[in-house]
């Protein structure tokens, strides 16, 4: 399954900065070893991962500090939460993951890689959630950063 264009960082009108902003964003899934997962960097062992699972996309995504805006941990952990119960809901498997802190000031914040899930769901789940951009996986190609649509829209 190829990902759809539309919701890609490459198809939104962003800046040089905020481009190379959300591109320098990594994560982590967490499983007996850690997989470091970066847009536009190809890993063989997410391929692997996803061909072993029998999955032909996946998405990181956290529900911390939406839009942008910190919160206090208790909120997050609420917030996490309900995006594994939003997961559960589409009946799609997940692995434990996180977003890496950005710089000093930042902090990672707990995620899900979700196995086998379409561009709507996960654009759906994006906007729920109200988080600025998410890691779209597939076997064939490096990881790519899909963007809400208002920063698409907007290139905020």
């Not at 917030?79 to 802190?101: D, V």
């Not at 950005?102 to 707990?110: C, H, I, P, Q, R």
């Amino acid at each position: 399954m190829k990902s759809l264009p539309k919701y890609l960082i490459d198809g939104a009108t962003l800046s040089a900065p905020q481009r190379k902003a959300f591109r320098g964003t990594s994560y982590t899934v967490h499983l007996p070893r850690r997989l470091k997962l970066q847009a536009g960097i190809r890993n063989p062992e997410l391929a692997q991962l996803l061909r072993t699972q029998g999955a032909a996309t996946a998405a990181v995504i956290t529900a911390c500090n939406p839009a942008g805006c910190p919160l206090p941990p208790t909120k997050n952990k609420t917030r996490h939460a309900a995006l594994a119960t939003a997961i559960k809901e589409l009946k799609l498997k997940s692995l434990p993951a996180e977003r890496q802190a950005t710089n000093e000031d930042d902090a990672s914040d707990e995620a899900f890689l979700i196995l086998n899930i379409s561009g709507a769901q996960a654009e759906s789940l994006l906007m729920k959630f109200d988080q600025y951009t998410l890691l779209w996986c597939n076997q064939s190609s490096p990881p790519e950063l899909m963007l809400h649509p208002l920063v698409r829209q907007r290139g905020q």
